[in-house]
């Protein structure tokens, strides 16, 4: 559906917005939420021990470094797969989509640049959570090792806005439409009269 073919008659079209210093400060307790919670599971299997041994070995720098290059490839993979659930909803497919670099956080985002249905766009979001942030804890969580699992809270960062927005659409119709400018800044709903 595109935005050029909807009848706006049949629609109530509103933009919300958020400002960015809200914005950020909810994704930072978002953030410290998500970190309490991963280090608790691991302390719960895990002894407290092994965080102190972590942090302070001498190649702690090295292993965070290669760490992280792995982080990076969830993220594309994140990316990547909210990209193909976004594109299968999309009437242009892969033409609708939009790649860009929010400024405010340097972090790369995905988006439709035609209205899909909330529950669409909540699927593509979920798997972007999933993919980027769940998935690598997990693994660190079994490697026993928490290194692996300090690793994982730098993705925790790059979704954090995205918790916020599925936070904010869980409460609208999911029968509606979406379309995202700005991640959680700024969107429009559709919603039907």
């Known amino acids: 559906m595109l935005t050029e073919n909807m009848n706006v008659n049949e629609y109530n079209i509103n933009e919300e917005f958020m400002d960015v210093k809200k914005a950020s400060y909810l994704s930072y307790l978002i953030t410290f939420i998500m970190i309490i919670i991963y280090t608790a599971v691991y302390l719960?299997?895990?002894?407290?021990?092994?965080?102190?041994?972590?942090?302070?070995?001498?190649?702690?720098?090295?292993?965070?470094?290669?760490?992280?290059?792995?982080?990076?490839?969830?993220?594309?993979?994140?990316?990547?797969?909210?990209?193909?659930?976004?594109?299968?909803?999309?009437?242009?497919?892969?033409?609708?989509?939009?790649?860009?670099?929010?400024?405010?956080?340097?972090?790369?985002?995905?988006?439709?640049?035609?209205?899909?249905?909330?529950?669409?766009?909540?699927?593509?979001?979920?798997a972007y959570i999933l993919i980027t942030a769940v998935i690598p804890y997990i693994i660190a969580f079994f490697t026993g090792d928490f290194m692996f699992v300090f690793s994982s809270f730098i993705p925790v960062v790059w979704v954090s806005g995205d918790i916020l927005l599925l936070i904010k659409l869980l409460r609208k119709n999911s029968g509606d439409y979406i379309i995202d400018f700005d991640c959680v800044l700024l969107y429009r709903i559709y919603s039907k009269r």
């Open 44 to 126: 719960l299997r895990y002894h407290y021990a092994n965080i102190f041994a972590a942090l302070f070995k001498s190649t702690f720098l090295l292993e965070f470094f290669i760490l992280m290059l792995f982080a990076f490839l969830f993220l594309a993979a994140g990316l990547m797969a909210k990209a193909a659930i976004l594109a299968s909803f999309c009437d242009n497919k892969w033409q609708s989509l939009k790649f860009k670099v929010v400024r405010r956080i340097e972090k790369p985002y995905c988006s439709a640049a035609e209205p899909v249905k909330i529950k669409q766009y909540i699927a593509g979001v979920l």
